[in-house]
């Protein structure tokens, strides 16, 4: 072999060496996963909460205005925080971030209220952490950029602290962190889906954005892009038409979009009132937790055999009925009720005898008692009267009002007084024989 021969393997296997180091040092500079890799786990196939919501992807909650969407996103960063079920729903522990923009300050007394009807210890700590300040989306960059920066450590110090990974960030509401953009704008709406889902890849988490639905609360607001550009989309709505026995509205969630699964799972919930502290005045200061609903009633109106009231508003009605037999009055000549209508009770003494039978049930001192007992009352009292149960009059420039039995059947209860009427307590008694000053100092505030 000649010494050219030599020279030239030689160079031949310089070059076949530095193609391989080209070749290894060489990667892809758009996401790029091999055909072998098929097979292999991913994020497309890994879900934060089982069937509802999935891991590293954009998602969204939705709903009108008042119908419960940041109390059930409150629920949603809890649960993960904690690696609790979310209605039945199995989740993946993480640290959690809440981008509280549109309600910095009620993010408090949600989170309090969370912590006390969880029995959660005021010492425990949790990976969860709220941000209740500005944030944008639509401007530019910056709090992208200083979002991501900050995930990157709260990732290290989750993992240091709790053992899991920061897995979650929830931006509360989409309205709140895109001021001044016009959400039917394909042109100010893409910019703000680019950079949620450059949060959710470069830190690798899932991006769940509190928005509100259309007028028709049947989509997201705004531009098409917005429900086309998410993984995923939980819908939440109040029923007019449906409660539970103690007369709370019940709310539905219902998965309308999951991009890669079947959508359609559908839950109820309701929003339980919680005391997380007193106000200067020294009157409870109150927030909501999502539970499910101890019994789910129709209340759409009558239907076969009359209607379908529930177990609180049978025994509001049952107090009106018992308290009409005792203290029933021919109707005063101003009380625009109908001309059939032959007896009438003051509320007052409807009043007494609610408090009398109910307040026993109610935990806390009085006045915590008859906190509960106003919303109680309030609540049947105001659906019995909007579906004509019951009528109801306060004549003007007069603390005297009065109640009136419609004759509108209900299912399970006789509303014409043929059932018989329990003997009075004894705390019902002492009642009945209130002083004046008493009986003003207890009405007081307990109102309609």
């Known amino acids: ?26 990667r892809p500079k758009l996401r790029t996963v091999r055909w072998r890799d098929l097979d292999a786990a991913g994020a497309e196939s890994e879900w934060l909460v089982y069937n509802v919501f999935t891991a590293c992807a954009v998602s969204l909650i939705v ?15 809890m649960c993960v925080a904690r690696g609790e079920e979310f209605f039945g729903h199995p989740t993946v522990q993480g640290g959690v971030l809440y981008i509280a923009a549109e309600s910095g300050g009620g993010i408090k007394k949600r989170l309090r209220a969370y912590r006390s009807w969880n029995e959660v210890p005021a010492g425990a700590d949790i990976p969860f952490n709220f941000l209740p300040g500005k944030f944008n989306l639509f401007a530019g960059d910056d709090d992208t950029n200083s979002l991501i920066e900050d995930g ?18 929830v931006v509360d509401t989409f309205s709140a962190a895109t001021p001044g953009a016009d959400e039917n704008s394909a042109r100010d709406i893409t910019p703000v889906l680019a950079r949620a889902t450059r949060i959710s890849e470069e830190l690798g988490v899932a991006v769940t954005i509190v928005h509100h639905a259309n007028a028709g609360g049947t989509k997201p607001r705004g531009h098409t892009a917005i429900f086309a550009n998410v993984e995923n989309v939980v819908s939440v709505e109040l029923s007019e038409k449906r409660v539970d026995e103690d007369g709370r509205q019940i709310r539905y969630a219902k998965v309308t979009k999951q991009k890669d699964a079947e959508a359609g799972a559908t839950w109820p919930f ?13 009157k409870p200061v109150t927030s909501c937790v999502c539970v499910p609903p101890n019994q789910d009633i129709d209340v759409s109106g009558p239907a076969d055999g009359g209607f379908a009231a529930s177990e609180r508003d049978r025994q509001f009605l049952q107090c009106v009925l018992d308290a009409m ?17 032959t007896q009438a009770v003051t509320v007052n003494t409807v009043k007494k005898l609610f408090w009398s039978r109910y307040s026993a049930g109610e935990e806390g001192d009085e006045e915590v008692k008859k906190d509960a007992l106003r919303q ?21 420039g007069s603390n005297l ?33 209130l002083s004046a000053d008493d009986e003003a100092d207890f009405l007081s505030g307990f109102g309609q």
């Open 152 to 169: 990157r450590h709260w990732n290290e110090l989750f993992m240091e602290e709790f053992g899991v990974p920061l897995r979650l960030i």
């Open 376 to 396: 109680r009352w309030k609540r049947a009292h105001d659906r019995m009267v909007q579906y004509g149960i019951i009528g109801s009059h306060e004549a003007p």
């Open 401 to 433: 009002a009065w109640f009136w039995i419609t004759g509108k059947p209900v299912k399970g209860m006789s509303m014409g007084g043929e059932r018989k009427q329990a003997a009075p307590t004894e705390q019902e008694r002492s009642l009945a024989n």
């Open 1 to 26: 072999m000649t010494d050219v021969d030599d020279d030239l393997m030689e160079a031949d296997a310089f070059e076949y060496q530095h193609e391989e180091e080209i070749k290894a040092a060489w």
């Open 325 to 341: 037999k005792q203290d029933g009055q021919t109707p005063p000549t101003d009380l625009p009720c109908p001309g059939r209508i």
């Open 63 to 77: 709903g009108p205005s008042q119908h419960g969407k940041s109390f059930f996103a409150v629920e949603y960063g």
């Open 270 to 282: 309701v929003l339980r009132a919680v005391e997380v502290g007193r106000d200067q005045m020294g």
